[in-house]
């Protein structure tokens, strides 16, 4: 199986930058695409950005030109550098891979860390 450690929430003013950090570990043969995905209270999971194994990028409208995520596929390691922090960027951060292993293709996701944006 694959296991998926986050690292880098926290508490952040407006204006404020984090970086999130997730690594995937286990019997990994390959991993495709990783990501970033959110959850705030009351609302749906929703994503935040995916990077494929080669590199190809996609956003959330809301978050574009203020964060940027990537990977180091050596290390199976995604990360999101989250800038101009808003208090709506409040949420659990959840990451996500598309790994296969010894046991076919699937969806795995990480514990979640919190990232909440106030003054």
């Known amino acids: 199986q694959v296991q998926l450690v986050e690292s880098g929430g926290g508490l952040v003013q407006p204006g404020g930058s984090l970086r999130l950090s997730c690594a995937a570990s286990?019997?990994?043969?390959?991993?495709?695409?990783m990501g970033w995905y959110r959850q705030a209270p009351g609302k749906q999971r929703e994503l935040v950005a995916t990077i494929t194994k080669g590199g190809r990028i996609n956003y959330a409208d809301s978050v574009k030109g203020r964060f940027t995520i990537s990977r180091d596929n050596a290390k199976n390691t995604v990360y999101l550098q989250m800038n101009s922090l808003k208090p709506e960027d409040t949420a659990v951060y959840y990451c996500y891979a598309a790994a296969s292993t010894g046991w076919g293709p699937n969806d795995y996701w990480g514990q979640g860390t919190q990232v909440t944006v106030s003054s």
């Open positions: 286990g019997s990994i043969f390959s991993i495709n695409n």
